[in-house]
């Protein structure tokens, strides 16, 4: 690992963490490209965060320039963040008059974790409903009341709603194996039912959550999701390590053991949870699912997981010429899916050959009739 990453490291660990170790000497081009990365994963805030804590530190001399670049693009996140608030406050006091049940995913239900809640960037408003008629029924008020209608993604309808984009989710999270996904979709329909709804308050509004242990695992699943698609940002990761610290001891690990274990995901969960270890100082006994250090192999997996360079995420659709044959629009990326693939086959054989065909299937839909 370079001194850039190296830095990008420990100021991200101080910011989100608390961890402090000095940070070594750096030109001004690499304070520059440590701040790009920083955009890149979408912790800029916390890593403007790691830098105050630093400000002590003989060898934190980042250009005056520099620092203002930090210092506004904390203020826009704050900015955002405060304005997302605001909307999620009015939206769901509007949808629970309606007795739709909207239970908050991602995003701002998560802010709560941090010391800085508002230097979590955020994004849309993802909202689940649980229950065919409710979610019915939010699907004629977003018509009503909203704008920019879109239903191209399956169980998702997007809309705007005073200038934010929201999504309806009809369905909270899937698996590509019909098997797995149909377990998945089981755990998610019992525990909603049967466990008691957690909430926090927003802009003073009570808003729903998802129970702790099934929030865990959509936490997992959606970083897995990633994983086999297109990598993932490192703001996921320490989502995952802030909720382990901060709710941990809210969380049945038994139950999501079991759960994890009919999902096939031991191996998967291994290797994310050694993301931690290696990069945020975590202990093994921290995170009750890794059950021991994964593989040397893992090293190597884990750096190309991070994709601290330039990103991978190309689409390789498929288009039709004016013969009767078929090309993808990016053999390259087409290539390394390929190559993605067969690397996860070890942590996650049963959803990583359905997904990659999945991803082939959903390439072909493009071509034009």
């Known amino acids: ?24 000497p750096m030109s001004a081009w690499k304070w520059e490209r440590l701040y790009h990365i920083s955009l890149m994963h979408g912790v800029a805030a916390f890593v403007a965060d790691g830098i105050r804590r630093h400000a002590d530190d003989f060898f934190l001399q980042i250009p005056p320039d520099m620092m203002r670049n930090w210092e506004n693009t904390v203020a826009e996140t704050e900015e955002e963040n405060l304005r997302l608030n605001r909307q999620i406050a009015a939206l769901f006091t509007l949808l629970n008059k309606e007795q739709l049940r909207p239970i908050l995913l991602k995003g701002q239900s998560m ?12 994004g849309d408003i993802d909202i689940f409903f649980p229950y065919a008629p409710q979610a019915n029924k939010a699907d004629k008020w977003a018509r009503k009341h909203g704008n920019d209608i879109s239903e191209e993604e399956h169980y998702i309808l997007k809309y705007k709603w005073n200038d934010v984009r929201i999504d309806h989710h009809y369905r909270l999270q899937k698996l590509t194996n019909p098997r797995l996904n149909k377990r998945l979709q089981d755990i998610i329909k019992t525990d909603i039912n049967c466990c008691d709804s957690s909430y926090i308050l927003i802009e003073g509004t009570k808003v729903e959550i998802l129970p702790p242990t099934l929030l865990l695992l959509f936490i997992m699943i959606r970083i897995v999701r990633y994983i086999l698609n297109e990598g993932i940002s490192l703001k996921q990761i320490i989502e995952l390590g802030t909720f382990l610290r901060k709710r941990g001891d809210k969380v049945d690990f038994v139950k999501l053991q079991s759960w994890m274990e009919k999902l096939r995901m031991q191996w998967m969960a291994r290797l994310v949870g050694s993301m931690l270890v290696k990069y945020f100082g975590f202990s093994i006994e921290e995170i009750p699912f890794m059950n021991g250090i994964s593989d040397e192999s893992v090293s190597k997996i884990i750096e190309d997981v991070l994709q601290l360079g330039d990103s991978h995420n190309d689409v390789w659709y498929f288009t039709q010429g004016k013969n009767i044959f078929v090309s993808t629009s990016n053999s390259s990326a087409m290539l390394w899916q390929i190559r993605h693939s067969v690397k996860y086959m070890k942590y996650y054989p049963t959803e990583t050959v359905t997904n990659f065909f999945t ?8 071509i034009e009739e």
């Open 111 to 122: 802010n709560e974790l941090y010391d800085n809640p508002l230097h979590r960037k955020g």
């Open 359 to 366: 991803s082939f299937a959903h390439s072909l839909s493009h």
């Open 1 to 24: 690992m370079d001194v850039i990453k190296r830095n990008f490291f420990r100021l991200l660990r101080s910011g989100t963490f608390g961890d402090k170790e000095a940070v070594e």
